[in-house]
């Protein structure tokens, strides 16, 4: 191979190798023909745009808003991921408030028609006549008082109580107080003969004791 053969064979080789390149170039000179016209475009819209802006905007403001961001970066992060966790949550408690809220929807419904939020709305206008009409220092009486009146209503719920309550409700139904007539100490003897009467004394001989309980203590205590 003589030297004019060796210097074609190396321009060939070298033609090859720049042909990409040239291809590169020519593809890149068209594109740039291509988007010229549409990145003209976009700055002419983005010029107008700003122009709306531009007694707003403050390049002193966006350098603090930069200044800013990079001193909160942790702050960013920490809330984006915090975000994710609160999609998370809600991607997973979906199904549950679907099927919830029908039920909650159902269950208020079922409250309105039984009349609960008429109660309650009855409830804070009693609340709010009261709070007019009562100083707060009578409220604090009443309920010191309202405490005492629950243990009375404690008491009057045991056992015993209930019993002597119940049988003394009964006592109405059983007299017939159109008989009734006036009764002198002879009368009074006379009763004494009856069985119901000698019992109804026996009865009022024990809560007479029980009366004693009435007294105040201090008097209790003096004698």
């Known amino acids: 191979m003589n030297h004019e053969e060796i210097v074609l064979n190396r321009l060939e080789r070298l033609e090859q190798e720049i042909a990409p390149v040239a291809d590169s170039a020519r593809s890149i000179s068209e594109l740039r ?14 010029i107008v745009e700003l122009a709306d802006i531009e007694a707003d905007f403050q390049l002193e403001d966006l350098l603090f808003l930069i200044k800013k ?10 809330s984006i991921d915090q975000l994710k966790n609160i999609i998370d949550f809600v991607l997973i408690a979906e199904p549950l408030l679907k099927s919830t809220v029908p039920q909650m929807i159902f269950y208020m419904e079922d409250l309105e028609k039984k009349g609960v939020f008429n109660l309650l709305r009855s409830s804070f206008e009693i609340i709010k006549k009261t709070a007019e009409t009562y100083t707060p220092e009578d409220m604090a009486q009443i309920g010191d008082g309202m405490v005492r009146l629950l243990g009375v209503f404690k008491k009057l719920t045991t056992p015993e109580a209930l019993e002597l309550l119940d049988r003394a409700a009964e006592v109405p139904s ?3 107080l159109s008989r009734t007539k006036p009764a002198g100490a002879w009368g009074l003897l006379w009763a004494m003969g009856n069985p119901e009467v000698k019992e109804g004394l ?13 007294r105040p203590k201090e008097i209790l205590t003096d004698t």
């Open 174 to 176: 059983r007299v017939d």
């Open 69 to 78: 961001t990079m001193r909160n970066v942790r702050n960013l992060t920490y």
């Open 33 to 46: 023909e291509e988007l010229a016209p549409r990145v003209n475009e976009a700055v002419k819209a983005l």
């Open 202 to 214: 026996g009865v009022l001989l024990e809560l007479t004791k029980g009366l004693s309980t009435l």
